[in-house]
Structure formats: C-alpha cells, structure tokens
C-alpha cells in the first residue's frame, strides 16, 4: 500500500524548471485557481487546488490522461486571441417549428428585416452564407423577431427564431427532393437484373466450352465492369472533347450527366425486353413451353448488352446524382445530402418489389405475367411495362430540371470585404455549381 502511494504522488509530482506535468482533469472549485493573466500557471502553483487525494483510483488514472491546458480552457484563462466563434447547434425542425409558431405573425415586405447573425453562422457557412429566395415563403416566418425570442445575453432561442442562412439550408434541401425523387425508378429498373435477369440465364445455353458454363448468378459482373470503363472513358475521352464545345470545366454539368443516363436507362429496360421476347420464341420453336427446366437453344450472351447498358447509364447517371445531392446541399448538411442517396437506392428497390406484386395481382387468373415457369410467363410485358414508366419518370425529371433554382450564395469582393454579399451570377443550370462539382 506504501508503494502504491508513493507512486500515486510521484505521478503528481511537478516536473522542475517550472514546466507542465498532466494532472488530474477535476477543478473543484472553479474560483479557487489562481489567474492566469493571459498565460500557463506552473503546475506546483496549481497543485493544491487540484486535490488529487479527492478522487477514487480509477477516475484518477482516467484524468491524467488529458494536460493541464484544458483546465485553463474550462476556466476560461486563456487570451481572448484563442477565442472561439460562437456556436449553437440548432435542435432538428427548429426552423420549421418556429415558423409554425408566428403563422400569424405578419411578414415583412422587406427581407432585410429578417434575423441574420454571421457570428452563429460562422463554423457552418465557411464558403459563405446562403441568400435569402423568395421560394418556399412560409418558412421565412421562422426568421421574424418577436419579443422574447433573443435572449438578455444576446443568444437567440433557435426553437422560436432562426437565421436567415438556416432557414435557407432547409429551403435548400426541401428544393432538392424533386429530382432526388428522379433517382428512385432508376433503382427499380435495376432491381430486376438481380431476379429475373438470372431466370432467363438458367434457360439459355450458357456453355462457353465442352466442360465450362458461366454461373448465372455471374452476369452482373458485366454491369460492374461496364460502369468502371465507362468511367475512365467519361474522364479521359468524353471531357476533354466536350469541354472543347461547352467551355466546363467539366464538360457538361451534373443535371445533364444526370439526364443522360435516365435516357441510357431506358434503352437498357427496352432491350431487356426484346431479348425476352426474343428468348421465349425460341422456346415455343423448339416445344419447351412447359418445361422451363431444359435449355433454350439461345446463347447467354444475349444477356450481355442489358447488362452493359445498365452499367454505362449508372455511370451517368449515379455519379451525376450524388454530385448534384453534394454541392447543392447546405455545406453542413452535406453528410446528409449522401444519406438522400442510398436512401433513393433503397427505396427504388422496395418499389421494384411493390412493382412486381402489382403486376401479380393485376394479371392473376388471365395469363400471369410473372410465374415460375417463365416460358408461359410474359416476362418481356413487364420489362415493357417498366420502360413506360422510365420515360415517365424522365419526363418528370426534365419538368423538375426546369423548374429548379440554384442555391444562392454571398461572396467578398476582392478587397476582402466580407460583408458584401451577392448573388453568384454565375451559378446557374449551365455552368460550375456553387461546390465546384459539376
């Protein structure tokens, strides 16, 4: 036991010249540290107000991990030079919460009057504070000041007041969500080469010598490898010559690359379709209706092209998605622009099965278009049927495109003088959005 605490103080023992040593985390009393003027205390200065005798065992090892330059952080002591901006994390829906509490208050004519504080939008408007839009009007109610909402300190109660630029990132994202919803049936066209797709291969022959068959299940290589070249092709081949004609930096932006592969997408559903109607002739040629086990005399590779197209669209159109998700999102809001991607991934692969149990019901008792035995099936009606709703939802994502209205952002002007703000004129639906990616 004397050893153990002989080692417990030699720990705490101050280290000679007057330099730091770690010491224990706990501050007992806050006014009993001396001041530090603007500078460290040696540690044999503080080691009474310490108390290190004060604390069980294991919280005393677990605070000596942390130096002695926190307590003066939680003391405050430190130069007002180390000073960090102010930041209040705003509670989720507090920007919708407070508009809903003053639906009664009267907006003002003039959005100046609407709060703004660059202070608390510091650490999350780095590239600048967004501007205010006459778009989505009703939330501007969440920036009007009423009596109460700041308080005698000057901070501001974010469930009944927000700033302009957070009202702004809220417009932003809800801005977004139409041609975030064009992703969905994107997803769904794809869902089906992981289902019915495999179901054509196990009929068709699929020997690529005497003794060797290609699994089935091994197909949708062919659209992971379709996509990877089509992504060095984009890069190297496809930029630079269209860069030539339209003066991007990229080529083209991420709304176009977007549209391209949605119109990509539906030659691949169609072709997908004439490779069925295709497959199923040769079965009834050959009398192999009713015996969906037996080998159609057609060669899987049949199959390669749906598989390739779907690849190259999902070069077009996957990465264009999450590039337009990233830089029109809120710069603190962009972890929550990628999560908006997976999530259209996933919701369009519970659609595609909410698709194929509709099919089901609508065609039982008349000819299912979508059965086991896939030769009496009408497989190629339903590859149809999705390549319909594909120019849909093409035609959707052009009137959405239309529409849209980039984020606004404020800039400086060359002298460095931030309070200037501005409307970048040049954010628009042709040229470099306000990220850089395009």
């Not at 010491?23 to 806050?30: I, K, L, N, S």
């Not at 109610?141 to 300190?153: E, K, M, Q």
């Amino acid at each position: 036991m004397a050893s153990r605490r002989r080692r417990r103080e030699r720990r705490l023992r101050p280290v000679r010249h007057g330099r730091l040593r770690r010491q224990p985390d706990h501050v007992p009393h806050a006014a009993a540290a001396p001041a530090a003027r603007g500078r460290l205390q040696p540690a044999h200065q503080l080691r009474r107000h310490l108390q290190p005798h004060a604390h069980p065992r294991r919280a005393r090892r677990r605070l000596l991990r942390r130096p002695l330059l926190d307590h003066h952080r939680r003391l405050r002591l430190l130069p007002a030079r180390h000073a960090r901006p102010r930041r209040v994390r705003a509670p989720p829906f507090a920007a919708p919460a407070a508009a809903f509490r003053k639906r009664n208050v009267a907006a003002p004519e003039d959005a100046g009057m609407l709060y703004q504080d660059k202070e608390l939008d510091a650490l999350i408007s780095t590239n600048g504070r967004l501007l205010h839009t006459d778009q989505l009007a009703f939330l501007d109610r969440a920036a009007i000041v009423t009596p109460g909402d700041i308080s005698t300190s000057g901070q501001p109660d974010l469930w009944c007041l927000s700033t302009v630029h957070r009202v702004e990132e809220l417009k932003s994202i809800v801005r977004m969500l139409p041609i975030w919803s064009a992703g969905i049936l994107l997803a769904t066209a794809g869902s089906h080469n992981g289902s019915f797709t495999i179901m054509q291969a196990r009929t068709m022959d699929r020997r690529v010598t005497r003794r060797f068959e290609i699994p089935p299940a091994t197909l949708s290589i062919l659209s992971t490898a379709a996509m990877l070249v089509t992504l060095a092709f984009y890069d190297r081949v496809f930029v630079p010559l269209a860069r030539r004609v339209t003066g991007l930096p990229s080529g083209i932006t991420y709304f176009q690359r977007m549209g391209v592969g949605l119109a990509i997408s539906i030659l691949g559903v169609a072709s997908a379709a004439l490779v069925e109607t295709k497959r199923r002739d040769a079965a009834a040629r050959h009398g192999l209706l009713d015996d969906p086990a037996a080998a159609v005399p057609l060669s899987v590779f049949w199959l390669v092209p749906q598989f390739a197209i779907h690849g190259v669209a999902g070069a077009f159109s996957s990465v264009g998605h999450m590039e337009s998700l990233y830089d029109q999102a809120p710069e603190s809001m962009r972890s929550t622009a990628a999560a908006l991607f997976w999530l259209a991934s996933s919701i369009g692969h519970y659609l595609g099965k909410v698709l194929v149990t509709a099919v089901q019901c609508a065609t039982r008792g008349r000819g299912e278009w979508l059965q086991d035995n896939i030769n009496r099936g009408r497989i190629d009606s339903y590859y149809w049927l999705v390549t319909c709703l594909m120019v849909l939802n093409l035609g959707y994502y052009i009137v959405c495109y239309h529409f849209y209205t980039m984020k606004p952002l404020e800039v400086a002007d060359e002298h460095g003088d931030h309070d200037k703000e501005c409307e970048l004129s040049s954010i628009n639906k042709n040229g470099a959005g306000a990220g850089g990616l395009v």
